[in-house]
């Protein structure tokens, strides 16, 4: 599989020095066609996060209400990339 250079920015408040994060992330909302990704089969969340870091993807944006946490999750896992390589960023409601 071919990587896919994403361009970075970088962090200035965060604990580790010169750290980088992906200016572009895989959204894991389905926002066309009125998808519920609640409703997003474990598998099918644990695929398409699994294809995103074997092309070089390395963020995540999604909300705590999607409820795919866990196929993101196996997907780093089974991926062997190192958790702190990656990053998930999440939105809470009220």
């Known amino acids: 599989s071919k990587h896919v250079p994403i361009p970075a ?3 200035k408040n ?3 020095e010169k750290t980088f994060m992906p200016a572009v992330g895989l959204g894991t909302g389905c926002s066309v066609g009125g998808c519920d990704p ?3 089969a474990p598998m099918a969340s644990f695929n398409m ?3 995103w870091l074997k092309i070089g993807g390395r963020r995540f944006d999604g ?3 999607y409820g795919i ?3 993101i999750g196996k997907a780093i896992k ?3 990339i190192p958790r702190e390589e ?3 960023v999440s939105k809470t409601g009220p």
Do not use: T, Y
Request: hydrophobic share 40%.
């Open 86 to 88: 990656v990053f998930i």
């Open 38 to 40: 609640r409703k997003l």
């Open 9 to 11: 920015v970088e962090l």
């Open 49 to 51: 996060s699994f294809q």
């Open 69 to 71: 946490e866990p196929g």
């Open 78 to 80: 089974m991926s062997g």
């Open 14 to 16: 965060c604990a580790r």
């Open 63 to 65: 909300a705590d209400s």
